[in-house]
């Protein structure tokens, strides 16, 4: 596909539904004791796969023109199951923590050449000490992994070794089917989807700060109650459009009706302090980026929380006059590729200087639109075919090898960029 150069990003863009939203809605409405309605659920495959997952495990569901009904009854069938997850990662972790709570019974997971490669150790360590059991590829327990639920799942207290709300999350939907209270402490908070979400449904869990200020979230087991919910906008997926708008000479991007976790506008507060001017809304669901100046900035990865706006980041990084710095950001490497390299091969391909230095990635920018015009293929990774794809609009355009990536998460993704010339 080629990407012309020279968009205006001027206008209102219309995002997905959000994705980390609407894993966790379908999975606490099977989960339940009755029938929910979602609104606006994320149309990308990602979401497709654990929606087609929960109905192989005894779900029922239905689409229409006004959304999905769900029905609850997750249960492990007689014999096991296999699902395979395609390329979605947090579909993927997820899923595994609800269906370690629901035994005894087993399923098998498996997923693309990109998720296959993905570990998924951090997941059945907490998981094991619970009581489930697995089997998968390698040290690391890469897919296809093969999850034994036992008939009772003990609670645990778990301190998370390194920032994940997928990590988090899984724990928390095992422990719903525990037979005793589970805590889960992380010293860096990171997306609170799950804990929010959870508790909108009835489930017993609250929140503590320790003395260390480390986040404490106690859960009881319990059954989530069915209820209507109707989808935010998705951040992740908004930030492609927020900061082009800032760099593009004369842009102004608006959003509405977006994600008001906190945890999730790291990246804005980023490009802020870097120029762009940003309004927001009294209740931060609505946003609205112009252009301003473009400065190179430092981040850390605990400001960007998972990470998934780096790749856009770059893209800021490449067009800034100076050098960018994104510092502890080694959990890139764990993502749909290797995005640590992925990102710095990006800059390089449009005309910047970049170099990795163990976990930190540093970038000279250009100081303005670039003019290369590379051709650029990310097979799996839908936010590198993305930035990428912002990169060119605001240069000299770019071919990409393969676009239909976009299809995990933002189908619509040309409409939009093509609605901004």
């Known amino acids: 596909m080629r990407i012309s150069g020279d968009h205006q990003f001027i206008g209102q863009v219309d995002v997905p539904g959000d994705k980390s939203e609407s894993h966790r809605v379908i999975l606490i409405s099977a989960l ?5 309605r979602i609104s606006d659920l994320s149309n990308g495959e990602d979401v497709a796969r654990t929606l087609a997952g929960v109905e192989a495990l005894g ?28 390329n979605s990662g947090t579909g993927l972790r997820l899923m595994v923590g609800a269906v370690a709570g629901r035994g005894p019974g087993s399923v098998t997971f498996t997923g693309d050449e990109s998720l296959t490669l993905r570990p998924m150790d951090r997941i059945t360590s907490p998981l094991s000490q619970m009581g489930a059991h697995f089997r998968g590829s390698g040290e690391r327990q890469g ?21 994940s709300a997928q990590v988090k999350g899984a724990i928390l939907f095992a422990g719903l089917g525990a037979t005793s209270v ?32 480390a986040r404490v979230l106690t859960l009881e087991p319990g059954v989530p109650q069915a209820r209507e919910w109707s989808v935010s906008r998705d951040p ?9 708008g800032a760099l ?23 490009i802020e302090r870097s120029g762009a001017r940003v309004v927001r809304s009294d209740d931060g669901r609505v946003i609205e980026v112009s252009h301003g100046t473009v400065l190179p900035f430092t981040t850390d990865g605990a400001e960007i929380v ?8 770059t ?14 950001v080694g959990e890139l490497r764990h993502k749909e590729v290797d995005r640590l390299a992925a990102c710095a091969e990006m800059a390089t391909l449009f005309g910047a200087t970049a170099s990795i230095d163990g976990d930190n990635l540093q970038i000279v920018g250009i100081g303005g639109p670039p003019s290369q015009q590379p051709s650029i293929g990310w097979r799996h990774d839908h936010r590198m075919v993305m930035a990428s794809a912002i990169t060119a609009s605001l240069g000299a355009g770019c071919h990409l090898e393969h676009p239909e990536a976009v299809n995990s998460s933002f189908p619509t993704f040309y409409d939009a960029l093509d609605s901004l010339r």
């Open 315 to 328: 893209v800021w990084a490449i067009m800034a006059n100076g050098t960018s710095t994104f510092i502890n």
């Open 306 to 313: 998972g990470l998934d706006e780096v790749p856009i980041l």
């Open 59 to 86: 779900v029922s569901t239905s689409t229409d023109t006004s959304g999905v009904t769900v029905s609850g009854g997750l249960h492990l069938p007689h014999g096991g199951v296999t699902l395979d997850l395609g």
């Open 32 to 36: 339940s004791d009755g029938i929910s």
């Open 248 to 270: 593009s000479p004369s842009g102004c991007i608006r959003i509405e009706n977006l994600v008001r976790d906190p945890a999730r506008w790291g990246f804005l507060d980023v």
């Open 182 to 213: 589970t805590t889960v402490r992380e010293k860096v908070d990171t997306r609170q989807a799950t804990e929010e979400l959870l508790g909108n449904a009835g489930v017993a869990i609250t929140e503590t700060r320790d003395s260390s200020g």
């Open 143 to 163: 897919l296809p992994l093969v999850v034994t639920a036992p008939t009772e799942l003990t609670g645990i207290s778990y301190d998370v070794p390194v920032p």
């Open 236 to 244: 992740s997926q908004a930030a492609f459009f927020l900061v082009a």
